[in-house]
């Protein structure tokens, strides 16, 4: 599951690195990821909005096992 959850990652990592920022993948437990968003994205007021309406869609759709993502 990391792999195909890094793969999902890979398709939206473009967007917030044009944006000056970046998301890593910290752990998987039981459908839940657990992410970490660095430069821009670490500090940004929207940082809550790109991870439920971008990071969280996008690896549901694209990993159906995912329940969950939270940002540590």
């Known amino acids: ?7 999902a ?3 939206i990592r473009p ?3 044009a944006d000056g920022g970046d998301v ?3 752990g998987i437990d039981n459908g839940k990821v657990q992410v970490r ?4 994205c670490g500090g940004c007021p929207m940082s809550t ?5 971008s990071i969280e869609a996008a690896l549901k759709q694209l ?3 995912v329940k969950s993502v939270e940002a540590i």
């Open 37 to 40: 968003l660095v430069g821009a």
């Open 9 to 11: 990652l890979n398709t």
């Open 49 to 53: 909005m790109t991870l439920r309406y």
């Open 24 to 26: 890593e993948l910290v």
């Open 1 to 7: 599951m990391e792999e195909k959850v890094e793969q």
């Open 63 to 65: 990993v159906p096992e």
């Open 15 to 17: 967007g917030l690195q």
